[in-house]
């Protein structure tokens, strides 16, 4: 081997470079160890490295290195989620030409559920639960719905009457 440094020997102060401001009288000689104040002495020289304090923790370094953060959800922590969530749901309620009413339910771009035969007077009812301003138009659209089933009716009873008189014809 050439040099004095070793890979075997334990490295001291001596091998570390001194600093041109520091008088050669002032450089250590050997290995010292530095009291921190409010630290308890320690004599065994596999612990003088680490001054410890009255309370037992470590010292040196726990200022200078930050917490090192672990994957994961931390435990006993709040949730990351929001708290407000929306949920937006599609309620279509529609007659048929028959005078069928039927309700659809949609959340987002699912259905939930298709083609369920409800009444007009239902409809009505939950309308007007929900607000005023909700209840007053279908209120109006199932009136209307009313007229023309009404007028579907007297066309039918007027079809009626005309099949009643050309089967007495017949017979008569």
Known sequence: M????????????DDFPRSPAVPDDAAPTGDRTVALPGAAESTDPETADVATTDMGTADIGDAAQPEKRRRGRPKGSAS????????????TVAEGADGEWQAELKQGAAWISRGL???AASVLRAAQELHAELADPIEAAIGSAREARAARVAALEAELEQARKALAELEG
């Open 80 to 91: 990351t989620a929001r708290t407000t969530r929306i949920v937006e749901l599609t309620l």
């Open 2 to 13: 050439t040099g004095s440094r070793s890979y075997y020997r334990r490295v001291t102060q």
């Open 117 to 119: 035969p409800v009444t």
